[in-house]
């Protein structure tokens, strides 16, 4: 700077200073106006538009790419042009080699001039970092796949039973039945699966072994493992969704005991009433694993298996083991069926008038 800039500096120097602002309450006035709109934006962001949160985070979720949040999204990408080792070098270098730049800024840059046409040395070099961080952070968006599609754990529940019912009907039902009764096992003819849809297993069961069974499987009972963790193809969102599907089919005492009046039913069919009862309430037990050695699958298997077959005697309810175990009388093949909690009368009476009238496959 020669001797007249540096005189006419001074002199705008002085005159500036002479008719300049107070800082209070002028430049507090000001700070405290561009504070509050700021304050107000941020509020109106949180209430309107909220926090962009994920889903709570699952440390067995192997699936889920962390990365960071968009403003350091260009130091992520930056990483990926340093291999291995070099990445420190990038990150911690080249962040003191800025820090430093700033400390030492004072000593080389010490024109008068601050329009940014007569800086071009700054001028271009801050537009480059501004073009670069820019670029890396495009980057970096274009170059990262999405995440797993997430479906809405916010969901309401009669939406999440809805999309796990249909990813059930398509990964589950060829074994385990359209709603969960069991089926037989493609692969082995002959073997069927426990249904899923009875009291004794959703009682038993807590969701978070319900969960854990679809992602893991049961490798040696012949159920794959379904979680992404684990080779399988569902994500974490999915298998909830499924759960929320299954746990769907619970009925509680106090649902039951609201249930169809089955007391109006006078001749009971077989298909239409009484199997639907030996499916949620007995099957768990009497289907493949035959309890007793009795079988309520299908209705021959119904009529003449057990220990002490037969349990039923076509036209007469009272003398039929079935009946008495189903009234809690403890007999020689049992106490009271189903054991945990007995049927409703209404249901236990729409047997009887079934059995009384012939015990028809009707
Ligand atoms: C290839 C046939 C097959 C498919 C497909 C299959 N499973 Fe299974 N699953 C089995 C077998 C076999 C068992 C072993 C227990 C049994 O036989 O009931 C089992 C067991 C289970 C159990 C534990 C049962 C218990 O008594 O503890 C659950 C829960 C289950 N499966 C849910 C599912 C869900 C949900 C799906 C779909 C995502 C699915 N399964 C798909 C065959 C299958
Ligand atoms: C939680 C498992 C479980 C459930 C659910 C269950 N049972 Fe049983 N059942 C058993 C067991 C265990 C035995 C064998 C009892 C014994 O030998 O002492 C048995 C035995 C029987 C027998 C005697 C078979 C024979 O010939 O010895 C009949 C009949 C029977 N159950 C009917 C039913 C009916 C009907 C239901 C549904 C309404 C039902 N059970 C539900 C576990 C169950």
């Known amino acids: 700077m020669n001797e007249a800039e540096k005189k006419s500096y001074l002199e705008r120097y002085k005159q500036k ?83 430093i730049g700033l400390f030492g800024l004072p000593f080389f840059d010490r024109s008068p001039k601050r329009h940014p046409l007569n800086r071009p040395v700054a001028t271009i070099a801050m537009s480059l970092i501004v073009i670069g961080i820019v670029f890396l952070t495009i980057q970096a968006v274009v170059t990262t796949p999405p995440q797993a599609e997430a479906l809405d754990l916010g969901a309401d529940l009669a939406s999440r039973v809805e999309a796990g019912g249909a990813l059930f ?74 759960v929320d599907f299954i746990e769907s089919w619970y009925v509680s005492p106090e649902e039951e005991a609201a249930g169809p009046d089955l007391s109006l039913i006078e001749t009971p069919s077989y298909a239409q009433h009484v199997q639907p009862i030996l ?49 809690g009388v403890k007999t020689d093949a049992g106490g009271q069926m189903p054991p945990a909690r007995a049927l409703r009368a209404d249901q236990i009476q729409l047997i009887e008038r079934w059995i009384d009238q012939g015990a028809q496959n009707n």
């Not at 300049?20 to 309107?48: C, Q």
């Not at 807590?206 to 399988?232: C, E, H, N």
Request: charged share 15%; aromatic share 10%.
């Open 169 to 242: 009907q398509e990964h589950c039902a060829e074994c385990h039945g359209a709603d969960g009764e069991g089926a037989e096992i493609t692969s082995s003819p002959g073997d069927f699966t426990d249904p899923l849809n009875s009291e004794d297993f959703l009682v038993t069961r807590s969701r978070d072994t319900i969960f854990q069974v679809i992602s893991f499987g049961q490798p040696g009972l012949g159920m794959q493992a379904f979680g992404l963790p684990y080779g399988g193809q569902l994500t974490d969102q999915e298998i909830r969704v499924i």
């Open 279 to 327: 499916d949620k309430r007995c099957a768990s037990c009497h289907s493949r694993r035959l309890k007793g050695n009795f079988s309520v699958v299908g209705y021959d298997n119904f009529m003449t298996t057990g220990d002490n077959a037969p349990v039923i005697i076509a036209g007469d309810a009272a003398n039929s083991i079935l009946v008495q175990m189903l009234h």
């Open 17 to 99: 200073k002479q008719n300049g602002e107070y800082f209070w309450p002028d430049s507090i006035a000001k700070d405290a106006i561009v504070s509050l709109m700021i304050f107000m934006l941020l509020l109106g962001l949180a209430i309107f538009a909220g926090v962009p949160s994920e889903p709570p985070a699952n440390p067995s979720d192997t699936s889920y790419i962390p990365r960071p949040e968009w403003y350091f999204l260009w130091m992520f990408q930056l990483l990926k042009y340093f291999p291995g080792k070099l990445e420190g070098i990038a990150i911690v270098g080249l962040g003191l080699l800025i820090v």
